[in-house]
């Protein structure tokens, strides 16, 4: 019994897992671009010896909200607590 595998082979399947690719890059770049900011906000924190409470380490790592790291990772320049960050 031979298995009909045209549908593997067609247009359609090649277009669908070229976006299925594209898609896993874009997502793949998003989570490096924010895993990069989480790491410049602990180094500039680490840099001026701030130091983050459990709770307030899990709150960055956990934010995936890059406009939120890009606020933070600003404030983290000049703030001299890490309540400052974190309210």
Do not use: C, H, N, P
């Amino acid at each position: 019994m031979e298995t009909d595998l045209s549908f593997f082979r067609s247009e359609s399947a090649q277009r669908l897992r070229a976006e299925g690719r594209e898609q896993g890059l874009a997502e793949a770049r998003e989570q490096g671009l924010v895993q990069g900011v989480v790491l410049s906000v602990l180094t500039v924190l680490t840099s001026r010896g701030i130091e983050l409470s459990a709770g307030q380490r899990k709150l960055l790592t956990d934010t995936t909200d890059i406009d939120q790291l890009d606020a933070w990772v600003l404030q983290a320049v000049t703030a001299t607590r890490a309540d400052e960050l974190f309210g």
